[in-house]
């Protein structure tokens, strides 16, 4: 018994940390960059309503930063749920076909849409996102069963859907010019800076959404832990809940491209840190990595902004630098713990 509190309590305090922890990265993000505002003079700029600090701020860093917490907060929300649904720490929402589906949407319309440069704001988060739920529907239907959705046919198949992506972006890649090429080249590699009021406006109902169907999926996802059959058995429709997660995954991943581009390993990286921090109950890992997840993304763009001032570094470049070792530690400690069992 006073294990558990003891256990309950830890979970609470690492909550705690990461959610005031997250409004301190907002202000230093809002802060910070190649122009700088002192943090305590922003409610006096904000009470002043004028001036070119309140511009920098209200048109540029508050989109900029809330995109960014966004944008992680569902990428991480979204790896912790696939991440229990496959019963694998090293699941990333990449493999299950959103991500490349997304980078394939946003090249198809950057190449093959005539004038695609006046209606880029708009319409490419748009084409990213429907290319993204697109593969998350192919693959659901490749998955599907008699007896219901196999998870390691979901796993396969996205691996399989992410090399055929690949090559048609290869091909799109040889089909475009100059400026194509480079308009391609800084959406895929990520980045927050074209986060607009309206652009996020446009994508929050999507977020909300995803946030709604994902966050109530602790228990299930608990008891499948366990096993399906075990699962089943604990009185978890298991069909509803697999319909449920990719569902939700696939609409905040798909949001979350649509945002900043191809950013990743953030919902490989946030998830495992909150277990290493806290424990694995889902209870708690859902919205203790999507709020890790959030704060890490505005660090690694508050990064971006200023490492290399006043050019920019992409964020997806910083992400990968991150989570690639860190992926690899993840591998190497997983190979440990299957040769000693």
Same mark, same amino acid.
């Given at each position: 018994?006073?294990?558990?509190?003891?256990?309950?309590?830890?979970?609470?305090?690492?909550?705690?940390?990461?959610?005031?922890?997250?409004?301190?990265?907002?202000?230093?993000?809002?802060?910070?960059?190649?122009?700088?505002?002192?943090?305590?003079?922003?409610?006096?700029?904000?009470?002043?309503?004028?001036?070119?600090?309140?511009?920098?701020?209200?048109?540029?860093?508050?989109?900029?930063?809330?995109?960014?917490?966004?944008?992680?907060?569902?990428?991480?929300? /979204?790896?912790?749920?696939?991440?229990?649904?496959?019963?694998?720490?090293?699941?990333?929402?990449?493999?299950?076909?959103?991500?490349?589906?997304? $980078?394939?949407?946003?090249?198809?319309?950057?190449?093959?849409?005539?004038?695609?440069? +006046?209606?880029?704001?708009?319409?490419?988060?748009?084409?990213?996102?429907?290319?993204?739920?697109?593969?998350?529907?192919?693959?659901?239907?490749?998955?599907?069963?008699?007896?219901?959705?196999?998870? $390691?046919?979901?796993?396969?198949?996205?691996?399989?859907?992410?090399?055929?992506?690949?090559?048609?972006?290869?091909? +799109?890649?040889?089909?475009?010019?100059?400026?194509?090429?480079?308009?391609?080249?800084?959406?895929?590699?990520?980045?927050?800076?074209?986060?607009?009021?309206?652009?996020?406006?446009?994508?929050?109902?999507?977020?909300?959404?995803?946030? $709604?169907?994902?966050?109530?999926?602790?228990?299930?996802?608990?008891?499948?832990?366990?096993?399906?059959?075990?699962?089943?058995?604990?009185?978890?429709?298991?069909?509803?809940?697999?319909?449920?997660?990719?569902?939700?995954?696939?609409?905040?991943?798909?949001?979350?491209?649509?945002?900043?581009?191809?950013?990743?390993?953030?919902?490989?990286?946030?998830?495992? +840190?909150?277990?290493?921090?806290?424990?694995?109950?889902?209870?708690?890992? +859902?919205?203790?990595?999507?709020?890790?997840? $959030?704060?890490?993304?505005?660090?690694?763009?508050?990064?971006?902004?200023?490492?290399?001032?006043?050019?920019?570094?992409?964020?997806?470049?910083?992400? /990968?630098?991150?989570?690639?070792?860190?992926?690899?530690?993840?591998?190497?400690?997983?190979?440990?713990?299957?040769?000693?069992?």
């Amino acid at each position: 018994m006073t294990r558990s509190l003891t256990l309950a309590s830890r979970y609470r305090l690492v909550l705690l940390t990461l959610a005031l922890l997250l409004p301190l990265f907002l202000l230093l993000g809002a802060s910070l960059g190649a122009y700088p505002i002192p943090p305590l003079e922003i409610p006096r700029i904000l009470l002043r309503g004028e001036g070119m600090e309140y511009q920098v701020l209200t048109a540029l860093r508050f989109p900029r930063v809330l995109g960014a917490a966004l944008v992680g907060a569902l990428l991480a929300l /979204a790896g912790a749920a696939l991440q229990g649904l496959f019963r694998n720490p090293l699941v990333d929402p990449g493999l299950i076909g959103v991500s490349s589906g997304a $980078a394939l949407g946003a090249a198809v319309f950057i190449v093959l849409v005539p004038g695609a440069s +006046l209606l880029e704001t708009y319409a490419l988060p748009a084409f990213a996102f429907l290319g993204g739920l697109l593969a998350t529907w192919i693959l659901w239907q490749v998955a599907r069963t008699p007896w219901g959705v196999q998870v $390691a046919v979901l796993l396969l198949s996205g691996i399989a859907l992410n090399a055929l992506v690949g090559a048609a972006l290869g091909i +799109l890649v040889f089909l475009a010019n100059d400026e194509q090429l480079r308009s391609l080249t800084f959406w895929t590699l990520g980045g927050f800076s074209a986060v607009t009021w309206n652009l996020l406006l446009s994508v929050l109902p999507l977020a909300l959404l995803a946030l $709604a169907l994902l966050l109530p999926l602790a228990r299930p996802l608990n008891a499948l832990a366990l096993g399906e059959r075990e699962a089943f058995h604990l009185g978890v429709e298991l069909e509803g809940l697999k319909r449920r997660l990719v569902a939700g995954a696939a609409l905040g991943v798909g949001a979350a491209v649509a945002l900043a581009g191809g950013v990743g390993f953030l919902g490989l990286v946030a998830p495992h +840190l909150f277990r290493l921090l806290a424990g694995p109950d889902h209870r708690f890992l +859902l919205p203790g990595a999507a709020l890790l997840g $959030a704060s890490l993304a505005v660090a690694a763009d508050l990064l971006a902004r200023t490492l290399a001032a006043p050019a920019e570094i992409p964020v997806g470049v910083l992400t /990968a630098l991150l989570g690639g070792p860190f992926f690899l530690y993840l591998v190497l400690r997983y190979k440990r713990e299957v040769y000693r069992a």
